[in-house]
């Protein structure tokens, strides 16, 4: 059993950054994965960024240019730097891992609150 413990979040303003850190309590170096999702009222949950075993990075359209995702396999443990923040960022951002691609399992964080407002 994996634990993901997100840290990082906060308020800032438009245009500001914020660094989330995701620590894992075991290896991430053989996962399949390790990603951020994020969550408003009301709406699905979406994918942010993921980084592969491979090292391989997919982003979504929106955070394009704006966040990256990075990893220390010996903190056990995945970043996500964001830069010019806009409010529509604001969301409860969840850490992801996934063990393997086929028939692996899916880990959660308990969720960090970001809010761009001025």
């Known amino acids: 059993q994996v634990q993901l413990v997100e840290s990082g979040g906060g308020l800032v303003q438009p245009g500001g950054s914020l660094r989330l850190s995701c620590a894992a309590s075991?290896?991430?170096?053989?996962?399949?994965?390790m990603g951020w999702y994020r969550q408003v009222p009301g709406k699905e949950r979406e994918l942010v960024a993921r980084i592969f075993r491979t090292s391989g990075t997919n982003y979504a359209e929106s955070v394009k240019g704006r966040f990256t995702i990075s990893r220390d396999n010996a903190k056990n443990t995945v970043f996500l730097q964001m830069n010019s923040l806009k409010p529509e960022d604001t969301a409860v951002y969840y850490c992801h891992s996934r063990s393997e691609l086929v028939y692996g399992t899916d880990y959660w964080g308990q969720g960090t609150q970001v809010t761009v407002s001025s």
């Open positions: 075991g290896s991430i170096v053989s996962f399949f994965s």
